[in-house]
T-cell receptor
Framework: AQSVTQLGSHVSVSEGALVLLRCNYS??????LFWYVQYPNQGLQLLLK??????LVKGINGFEAEFKKSETSFHLTKPSAHMSDAAEYFC?????????????FGTGTRLQVTL | NAGVTQTPKFQVLKTGQSMTLQCAQD?????MYWYRQDPGMGLRLIYY???????DKGEVPNGYNVSRLNKREFSLRLESAAPSQTSVYFC?????????????FGDGTRLSIL
């Protein structure tokens, strides 16, 4: 079984500051991990994914995440926040139902960016 | 370049009414999914379809039915709407083969049950 825990339902940073959104996972198989972003009144958009290979993955809009197996973590970072980064972010882990793949989502972290 | 299209975008129902949420994808994906999103609970899987002609229950299927009409379309039906079904509903699709493939989401249907 798979599960995801996102620490902090709300995170607030100043524009230009480091963004760090935390995600810890549990998986009975080697994990495939995803970060999605949701802007107001929109669907989820893929930011980045980890499957195999390099543990530091880069995504869109300057975001990156590092897979750390020993810590079962996949935290999302961005060196310098921009006002346009204000959104809700979801971490997800890939599983399998028996007939199809499925995603198990965390409860989300809402990022607020202030001037 | 539509991707996943959901209709309607907004709907208000009275308790006991029925309605069908429509979803269509143009990416030739074989797997499709319905989720509901509630504050503080993330996305929860209602039903999914691994391929045309098959459907299976997710973690919160009670009160819903689905139909995989063809490879492109996957509909969600509320037979007798209840206030607890007030939520934002998302449809998603992906390739079943290949675990590195992400799911692609529609923009959602915002449903209120009075």
């Amino acid at each position: 079984a798979q599960s995801v825990t996102q620490l902090g339902s709300h995170v607030s940073v100043s524009e230009g500051a480091l963004v760090l959104l935390r995600c810890n996972y549990s998986s009975s198989v080697p994990p495939y991990l995803f970060w999605y972003v949701q802007y107001p009144n929109q669907g989820l958009q893929l930011l980045l994914k980890y499957t195999t290979g390099a543990t530091l993955v880069k995504g869109i809009n300057g975001f990156e995440a590092e897979f750390k197996k020993s810590e079962t973590s996949f935290h999302l970072t961005k060196p310098s926040a921009h006002m346009s980064d204000a959104a809700e972010y979801f971490c997800a882990v890939r599983g399998y139902t028996g007939t199809a793949s499925k995603l198990t989502f965390g409860t989300g972290t809402r990022l607020q960016v202030t001037l | 370049n539509a991707g996943v299209t959901q209709t309607p975008k907004f709907q208000v129902l009275k308790t006991g009414q029925s309605m069908t949420l429509q979803c269509a994808q143009d990416m030739n994906h074989n797997s499709m999914y319905w989720y509901r999103q509630d504050p503080g609970m993330g996305l929860r899987l209602i039903y999914y379809s691994a391929s045309e002609g098959t459907t299976d229950k997710g973690e919160v299927p009670n009160g819903y039915n689905v139909s995989r009409l063809n490879k492109r379309e996957f509909s969600l039906r509320l037979e007798s709407a209840a206030p607890s079904q007030t939520s934002v509903y998302f449809c998603a699709s992906t390739y079943t083969q290949g675990w590195d493939q992400p799911q692609h989401f529609g923009d959602g249907t915002r449903l209120s049950i009075l």
